[in-house]
Every structure is written in C-alpha cells, then in structure tokens.
C-alpha cells in the first residue's frame, strides 16, 4: 500500500495538506484479484455477469446465517470454509437457473417441480421475504426457497 500526501499551494503560500493511503483495502462490491484487496471480513469471490469479475464480498456463517444483513444469500464456497454474502447473478426469480450464481441476490437456483429456476431465498418459519400466497419452503440441504403452496 503507498501512502501520499496532497500538499495545496495557492499564491505561494501553503493552505494545507491531506494524507491518505491509496490502493485502500477496497469494500462490499469493489473489484479485487485477491482477498488480500478487500477490507477484513470480506472476500474476493467471482461474480458471473457478461464477464466474470471478482468483487469483495462479506464472509458470512453457513450454519448460523442463512440470509445476510444486505438481503444476499450466504453461500458455501468450493473447498469449504466460511460463506460469502453472494451478491448475485443476474436471474430474476422464476428465470431458469444452472446454479447458485445464476440467480439475483438474495436469490437460489432450486429444482422445483421438475423445473430448476431461480426463487427468493428465506428463513424456514419466516415468510417476510416471500411474496402474496407464497411461503417459506425447506430445502433438503437446508434453508429455504419462496413458494406457492
């Protein structure tokens, strides 16, 4: 990380200076080549789209954090280890899905009478995120997926 000093001169005198850090470890969203760029408590994780970009996303706690603080779904990364807070694809719930990465955030891929598309991701027993007639379904591999009854 370089550090630098704005040293301002206006009519031959000194009016002040500002020091800073440039290359600042970056936040939720900015783009990174490794974990090492984003902030403590975030990762770098790929984020599919028109072209694969890694961004900083927060960790998260599979077991005990289904749904982030921001609506995103906690995610389990390849390998193991801690989740990250995914910020999403670019299916709307009810488009077809391939995986997990396809969808929205706060979205999953879900095999759902026959079908594989994304759904509003939520809390078993709580079907605030779930729209008019829908409820909180569970998943085998838990968690659960909005849907009609």
Same mark, same amino acid.
């Not at 000194?14 to 600042?24: E, K, T």
């Not at 759904?119 to 729209?131: H, I, L, M, P």
């Given at each position: 990380?370089?550090? &630098?000093?704005?040293?301002?001169?206006?009519?031959? =005198?000194?009016? !002040? +200076?500002?020091? #800073?850090?440039? /290359?600042?470890?970056?936040?939720? #969203?900015?783009?990174?080549?490794?974990? %090492?760029?984003?902030?403590?408590?975030?990762?770098? &994780? /790929?984020?599919?789209?028109? *072209?694969? *970009?890694?961004?900083?996303?927060?960790?998260?706690?599979?077991? $005990? *954090?289904?749904?982030?603080? %921001?609506?995103?779904?906690?995610?389990?990364?390849?390998? !193991?280890?801690? @989740?990250?807070?995914?910020?999403?694809? $670019? @299916?709307?719930?009810?488009?077809?899905?391939?995986?997990?990465?396809?969808?929205?955030?706060? +979205?999953?891929?879900? /095999?759902?009478? #026959?079908?594989?598309?994304?759904? $509003?991701?939520?809390?078993?027993?709580? %079907?605030?995120?779930? #729209?008019?007639?829908?409820?909180?379904?569970?998943?085998? +591999? =838990? =968690? !659960? &997926?909005c849907a009609a009854p």
């Amino acid at each position: 990380m370089s550090r &630098f000093v704005l040293v301002m001169i206006i009519g031959g =005198g000194l009016v !002040g +200076s500002v020091a #800073g850090c440039a /290359n600042a470890p970056g936040v939720v #969203g900015d783009a990174c080549a490794d974990a %090492d760029e984003c902030e403590s408590g975030l990762s770098c &994780f /790929n984020r599919p789209g028109a *072209t694969v *970009t890694p961004v900083c996303m927060a960790d998260c706690d599979l077991a $005990t *954090t289904p749904i982030c603080a %921001d609506g995103s779904v906690c995610l389990a990364r390849v390998g !193991g280890g801690a @989740g990250v807070c995914y910020l999403g694809g $670019t @299916g709307a719930p009810g488009t077809a899905c391939d995986g997990a990465l396809d969808c929205q955030q706060g +979205s999953i891929c879900v /095999n759902s009478g #026959g079908m594989t598309q994304c759904a $509003t991701a939520c809390v078993v027993g709580d %079907d605030s995120r779930c #729209g008019t007639g829908e409820t909180c379904s569970a998943l085998m +591999s =838990g =968690g !659960g &997926f909005c849907a009609a009854p």
